[in-house]
């Protein structure tokens, strides 16, 4: 090991043990029974942690070009956590889907893994549970002291998650069986469930009486959210206005696909067609449950040793149903691979019709060519430091540029043959991406919408007004999905954009590489190449790639 080699190590070491919620979705095992202290305390540590190993950073020697990436990877990260901090960005903290009651939530969740849970570990979490509430809630009241308060709608979601968290505790009692570890688990969940309601209450009535009613975060915290999540920086304007362009672009491709299915239908139409076809419906979350495991278990079949070289590790994906509402996310094996690769898909009624011909796209891009083989590739890579090779979910430029362009690429493949899965791939990953841009910048940067939009051209936008777009570029969900997504992009200022952005810089790199070796270029050797460079901000990473 090199001196930088060591250093990023202890930093992973260090940073586990003062977030283990973080840890558990790094998949960095030890710290299973702990949670987050998100105290204020807990916060300034972590921030410390951070800006000793900046400095060392700057004095540790860095050999090779390996050494080089790697001091460049660490080095970003770490400017990116502390300029967080200088900004109070940390300092009382609310998100719809990774802020600390939703880590907090899948620290427990991600224990529950059926017989081969470690219950020792979940009754740890669950003891533990109300200390951490009470730390967050400090916190919370000090920034709320210092005039800094989530926007109320972030308030109030956190405020219901918390609500309804408490069912699905008291379902792990149910399902352990009898015995003395069962009455200790009872007495935990009893006392998280109690922590949990208490906190709702809190946010519902002191937090929430604070917290202002406007969303967007403008332009400068937007800019710190663009690092954040896509490791580079962006012209907004220009940014906003390809958004469009590329919009337009897909949904003229989306009518040339529809019209292969329902010739002279128009596209929503034809969606709705395909939507109440039986051939493209499955009754049950079960069903649905196995119906996209065979779906990621074929995917690996065919790609390996074709256009990849998978490692056996890696040939097992596990498709599971999350018992409260999270979306759909996949998370990387653990380090010592004693946690698979999991997709987690979220079925609304379990009970219900799943619509399935969008669904093959959102599995290339959760499992293979897409997540799973990106982020297990680098979890294996013995070239990597443990820092890189733990910090995927730190880089979602990175990491959602390559699932975006997994659904691309398995077009270009062959993979679609079904005309509604392609339609499918260009409606729920394409243009629903390409929306996202448009969206994310606008709401948070309160822009018009400009001439020749067709949607409420020259005002600016609202909450309101992305709902109703979003609900006419992403199909009949119900009201609580398009909520949600805005709450999202609300509460996660830049990360959206991630997707899209991440992809054209992918495409770009791998066009100019076919430019570079004209007949001689192998894309597989140049996803070989690309993979194993380890996750990293954009600005690096189309740097490294255009070095051949």
């Known amino acids: 090991m090199t001196a930088l080699d060591d250093l990023a190590d202890r930093y992973a070491d260090e940073l586990a043990a003062l977030d283990p919620c973080l840890a558990a979705l790094m998949g960095i095992a030890g710290q299973d029974a702990r949670l987050t202290d998100y105290g204020p305390d807990g916060v300034a540590a972590r921030a410390d942690l951070a800006r000793r190993t900046l400095a060392e950073l700057g004095r540790v020697r860095v050999e090779g070009d390996a050494g080089r990436v790697a001091a460049a990877v660490l080095r970003e990260r770490l400017e990116v956590e502390v300029a967080l901090e200088e900004a109070g960005v940390r300092e009382g903290f609310l998100d719809t889907t990774d802020g600390p009651v939703q880590r907090l939530r899948m ?149 040339e696909a529809a019209a292969r299915i329902l010739p002279g239908e128009p596209v929503p139409a034809v969606m709705a067609a395909l939507d109440a076809d039986p051939a493209y419906r499955i009754e049950g979350a079960e069903a649905f449950r196995a119906w996209i495991q065979e779906l990621a278990d074929r995917a690996i079949e065919d790609l390996d040793g074709a256009h990849f070289d998978i490692p056996e590790p890696l040939r097992r994906i596990e498709c599971r149903i999350p018992p409260v509402e999270s979306g759909i996310y996949y998370l990387a094996p ?42 297990g590739v680098t979890t294996l890579n013995p070239r990597l430091n443990r820092f890189q090779r733990l910090s995927s979910e ?38 629903f991406r390409a929306a996202r841009v448009v969206l994310d910048i606008g709401l948070h940067l309160e822009l018009p919408i400009p001439a020749g939009a067709g949607f409420h051209e020259g005002e600016r936008w609202t909450p309101e007004l992305g709902a109703a777009f979003l609900r006419s570029r992403k199909g009949p969900d119900p009201d609580s999905v398009v909520a949600f997504e805005i709450d999202r992009y609300l509460g996660r200022p830049g990360q959206a954009i991630a997707y899209k952005l991440g992809e054209r810089v992918w495409l770009e790199a791998r066009e100019a ?10 894309l597989k050797g140049f996803h070989r190449r690309a993979l194993d460079l380890g996750p990293m901000g954009l600005d690096l990473l189309r740097a490294e790639l255009a070095k051949g």
């Open 107 to 255: 620290a427990v969740e991600l224990l529950d893994q059926g017989a081969e849970t470690d219950w020792d570990a979940v009754c740890g979490r669950l003891r533990a549970l109300p200390g951490a509430l009470a730390g967050l809630r400090v916190s919370l009241e000090r920034a709320c002291g210092r005039g800094r308060v989530a926007a109320r709608r972030q308030v109030l979601r956190n405020a219901r998650e918390c609500a309804e968290f408490p069912a699905y505790l008291g379902g792990l009692v149910s399902r352990h069986g009898d015995g003395a570890l069962r009455d200790g688990l009872g007495e935990a969940v009893r006392g998280a469930s109690a922590a949990l309601a208490e906190f709702a209450g809190f946010l519902r009535g002191t937090l929430a009486g604070r917290a202002p009613e406007r969303d967007a975060l403008g332009a400068d915290r937007y800019r710190l959210g663009v690092r954040d999540f896509l490791g580079t920086e962006l012209d907004l304007a220009e940014t906003y206005a390809w958004g469009w362009e590329e919009l337009a672009r897909i949904e003229s491709e989306m009518a």
């Open 513 to 522: 590489a076919r430019r570079r070796a004209g007949a001689a270029f192998d």
């Open 334 to 375: 653990a380090e010592d691979l004693s946690r698979p690769g999991t997709v987690w898909w979220t079925v609304g009624d379990p009970s219900a019709e799943v619509v399935t011909w969008t669904v093959p796209t959102t599995m290339f891009h959760e499992g293979v060519p897409g997540h799973h083989l990106q982020l």
């Open 394 to 431: 730190l880089h979602p430029g990175h990491c959602e540029g390559w699932g975006l362009y997994a659904e691309r690429l398995m077009d270009e493949l062959g993979h679609y043959g079904d005309p509604a899965h392609r339609l499918g791939m260009l409606a729920g990953g394409q243009r």
